[in-house]
């Protein structure tokens, strides 16, 4: 009994199958390199929409498929099914986003997020409640589960990519022909069988019509093209800070005093550096070192310390930054700090250490501070309000209160 779909219904379910990957590995690519709240709202809305767009594709199909009569949708096998995408979506981003992104991590995530795919749809089928019983075929069924885990595995790669542009679309589209194939896929080994004679069927529990569902699923296809149109409203340009003491006082809300005596040299027009600590009552200077070791998929590698932007806690390893994105490395944040040159690095947090070369931007937030530091991906760190003044001070700030 199984039949064609609509083709403008098709065509529509792939298109919103992109958008949401589009959307979804967007703001997943930012996920590293940003501060501990930013990281959780980002890691939420790209599995939101992820999600979203997974859910909303297959019921786009279903409403493609011309169902027998008089069927209608059963409430909470169809939420269960968008749960079921929300978690594993949600589980498969925090995974592979924590830690070093080995390749048995990114498989083992992979596969995970294909099977809730898979297993999204089937219980969305169950959802379908009528007069007829369905069959599925065994091959089918395998078939659609490993094209759900090779999407899996292209869109985690894409999120690992962390790039933007061509690439990222390019990543979006394969993702939404690979989700829509798919459920198309599977809808090709199901088929629907007229109920047996003289049997009566009863609808068990709250049931939506088709005609409901449309208006949710129009709802939710809204939602994916307004964030994706979010998406790409460019980010406000940052104005490039003054390299002069005062105006940047100034832009953080603080206010100017003489430079500490043999902290700071700067000079109008240059970039503020710290001259080297030292004479009587600085505490003794271990020998630096040169490089830091950080994990990566096939070793531990070695980065300079110059190149380091920032070192922050991770249980008992720390997350290494160089401007670029966040690595493991095996140190914890004491061993790190005992390390790093105490001329060029502060710990401005109980978590975070910064190279104070590399700040661009300062500013009071609460009780605390953030500072900004530069690179191709600039992020920022907090500041604790126990080490405001020593960060000034660092900065060239004075150590009086606005």
């Known amino acids: 009994m199984f039949v064609g779909h609509d083709p403008y219904l098709v065509a529509l379910s792939v298109v919103i199958a992109i958008l949401g990957g589009y959307t979804g590995f967007g703001l997943a690519a930012r996920i590293r390199g940003t501060p501990d709240v930013s990281h959780r709202v980002l890691l939420a809305g790209a599995a939101g929409f992820l999600a979203v767009g997974i859910w909303t594709m297959h019921f786009v199909g279903m409403l493609a498929a011309p169902l027998p009569s008089g069927t209608v949708y059963l409430v909470l096998p169809t939420i269960v099914s968008f749960l079921i995408c929300a978690l594993v979506v949600g589980v498969s981003l925090f995974f592979v986003s924590v830690g070093e992104p080995s390749l048995l991590r990114v498989v ?21 409640s009528g007069g007829f019983a369905m069959e599925h075929e065994g091959a089918m069924v395998v078939l659609s589960a490993l094209i759900a885990i090779a999407a899996a595995y292209g869109g985690l790669r894409a ?8 690439q990222l679309i390019l990543s979006a589209v394969a993702f939404g022909i690979a989700v829509s194939g798919m459920h198309y896929t599977a809808m090709a080994g199901m088929q629907f069988v007229p109920a047996s004679e003289g049997a009566h069927h009863h609808i068990e529990g709250l049931a939506a019509s088709p005609q409901i569902l449309s208006l949710v699923v129009a709802l939710l296809c809204f939602v994916i093209a307004a964030g994706f149109l979010l998406s790409l409203v460019p980010e406000p340009r ?11 006082v100034e832009a953080a809300g603080l206010e100017a005093d003489a430079l500490p005596a043999g902290e700071l040299a700067a000079t109008p027009g240059s970039r503020l550096r710290p001259t080297p600590l030292g004479g009587i009552g600085q505490p003794p200077r271990a020998a630096p070192a040169p490089r830091l070791p950080v994990e990566g998929a096939d070793g531990t590698h070695f980065i300079d310390t110059a190149d380091v932007r920032s070192v922050r806690a991770d249980a008992h390893y720390t ?13 914890s944040i004491s061993e790190a700090e005992a390390q790093l040159d105490p ?6 947090h109980r978590s975070h250490i910064v190279a104070i070369p590399h700040v661009t931007f300062v500013r009071k937030e609460g009780d605390g501070a953030v500072v900004e530091l530069d690179g191709p991906s600039p992020h920022r760190v907090p500041v604790s309000r126990a080490k405001i003044a020593e960060v000034k001070a660092r900065l060239g700030l004075a150590g009086r209160h606005t």
Do not use: N
């Open 343 to 348: 001329g060029l690095f502060v710990r401005v």
């Open 238 to 248: 940052r104005k490039a800070p003054d390299d002069r003491a005062v105006p940047l």
């Open 159 to 166: 999120f690992l990519a962390r790039q933007g542009g061509v």
């Open 319 to 331: 997350k290494v930054h160089d401007g670029t994105r966040e690595r493991m490395c095996p140190w």
């Open 108 to 128: 083992s995530s992979a596969v995970l997020l294909g099977l809730g795919i898979v297993s999204m749809h089937y219980v969305g089928m169950h959802g379908l």
